[in-house]
């Protein structure tokens, strides 16, 4: 091994020569006691280094140097990984621990993310893209799978971590993931919630209501008008309008979860924890409305993992909570008792950086949820940059303000770019601290896709490459900065 190391220090091996190897000592793995895998960072990116005779060892692709294998970080050589150590494949972790879903779109925060969450009540789900997260940044599946393993296996994290396909709304997306070994499932029912309900009169909610099957309307009423909920800490009334309300916008949607569960989740071979997002909705979600998509689930046979309503006020990108904190206590402890109710975890979506309401889900929640994040990674990294790259940081910043009305088609924000401080005033030391101001950060935020494939007239990256290049150099700067912010995030949700 120390003699490999010296041959790629000494550019003996093309294509892998290095003034400087990283080795992440963490990562020394013996496998079935006859080969020896390490994990190094060399000019050309990170390789994995196999010594030994095992079957590991052949089956992984590499170039054979001084009697070992150095070997790119293929999605081949992820697989044959997961085969003989199991802990670098994700798994479900089910309803009886804290998660947090971490989110990592450019593929290398998983490591701070690992180096923060380790030895906390709470397991990370560190693979967790949705589709369009993937079409903004020019990643796949199986990329964000690649990428999770090598960073547990360069850390040693041995806990486990878990794969989310999130907000999947298409039958072809889900297969997709489900047969790549995704563990977990998020189902976005925002297309089958009817939004149009909630901006009608009583008048026509009731005839909408009476144009239901008769069935169908005696069952609901039977269930929630004649029967009382009974859950303990939740406060919850129903009465007949609301009730035609909630009927109207969520029905169809508790079908089609029924059809998602039976057609996927129950044919699998293995545990997949499966979520049920109705948080994309054009209005919050009452306590009331929560207990009957629950209950109707229940009733069907339906068993899901965790469940994200709307809550009031607002969760905006990337920045605290907006809104009636008290009236968020009250209807959280309603949410988070219907939860306990019926055996799965309250999930709270577009969960980073709302501090001021962190204390209220760990204590109501009694520390078991599941929390979203995702974008707050992409910011810490714009920091380090803004930190170290202060030219190429001000480039991006320029870049953003002017295609900002571009990427407010994927994403609600209430930025007021006019608030945001002219980059002319300010200094190179200083520009960090854009990322402390909301406008700034949300303008940083949702430009995260544009940025990353913005390209120059010869077709090269604009930004892309530089960016990644800076951050390799910077690469325990970063994990740091994770450390920091995500840490906060941990200790004021009581983990």
């Known amino acids: 091994m120390k003699q490999l190391i010296e041959a790629l220090q000494s550019g003996q091996l093309q294509d892998f020569a290095s003034s400087e190897i990283k080795v992440y000592e963490s990562s020394l793995t013996q496998v079935e006691g006859s080969t020896l895998l390490l994990l190094v960072r060399t000019d050309a990116g990170k390789k994995l280094i196999a010594v030994g005779d095992g079957e590991i060892y052949n089956q992984l692709n590499g170039d054979n140097v001084f009697g070992a294998k150095v070997c790119p970080l293929t999605h081949e050589n992820r697989l044959t990984l997961n085969k003989f150590l199991p802990y670098t494949a994700p798994q479900a972790f089910g309803t009886q621990v804290a998660t947090m879903g971490l989110g990592d779109r450019l593929g290398i925060a998983s490591p701070g993310h690992i180096q923060t969450i380790r030895g906390r009540d709470i397991r990370p789900v ?7 997260e993937l079409t903004l940044t020019g ?136 979520e049920i997002s109705i948080d994309e909705t054009a209005t919050p979600t009452s306590p009331e409305a929560h207990y009957m998509v629950a209950n109707e689930l229940r009733q069907r046979g339906v068993t899901i993992f965790s469940m994200a309503p709307r809550f009031c006020g607002e969760f905006q990108k990337g920045i605290d909570y907006i809104g009636d904190i008290v009236q968020f206590e009250k209807e959280l402890a309603s949410h988070a008792a219907i939860a306990v109710h019926f055996e799965y975890k309250l999930s709270i979506h577009s969960g980073s950086d709302k501090f001021s309401v962190f204390p209220l889900i760990g204590k109501y929640t009694n520390g078991l949820f599941h929390l979203k994040t995702a974008g707050t990674n992409w910011l810490e990294a714009v920091r380090v940059v803004a930190k170290v790259n202060p030219s190429l940081y001000r480039r991006m910043h320029q870049f953003a303000l002017e295609h900002f009305e571009e990427a407010t088609a994927y994403y609600h924000v209430t930025t007021d770019i006019n608030a945001i401080v002219p980059l002319a005033s300010v200094s190179d030391e200083e520009l960090p601290a854009y990322m402390d101001e909301n406008n700034a950060r949300q303008l940083l935020h949702i430009t995260y896709g544009l940025l990353l494939q913005a390209k120059n007239a010869d077709g090269s990256k604009q930004f892309a490459d530089e960016f990644f290049q800076t951050l390799a150099e910077q690469e325990d700067t970063f994990a740091a900065g994770l450390g920091a912010h995500i840490g906060r995030h941990l200790e004021l949700l009581g983990k």
């Open 139 to 274: 990643r796949t599946y199986e990329d964000v799978l690649d990428a999770a393993a090598y960073a547990v296996f360069q850390e040693g994290y041995k806990d486990g971590y878990g794969a989310d396909g999130d907000h999947l709304k298409k039958e072809e997306d889900i297969e997709y993931a489900l047969r790549l070994g995704f563990t977990m499932l998020t189902l976005d029912c925002s297309e089958q919630i009817d939004n149009t309900i909630e901006g009608l009169s009583e008048a026509e909610v009731a005839a909408k209501y009476e144009q239901l099957p008769a069935e169908l309307r005696s069952r609901y009423e039977e269930r929630y008008l004649q029967t009382a909920a009974n859950v303990p800490g939740a406060s919850l009334t129903f009465t007949r309008q609301s009730l035609m309300k909630d009927v109207l916008i969520y029905d169809k949607a508790i079908d089609f979860m029924e059809a998602i569960f039976r057609r996927y989740i129950t044919t699998l071979d293995r545990a997949v924890d499966f």
């Open 126 to 132: 560190l693979a967790q893209q949705s589709i369009r």
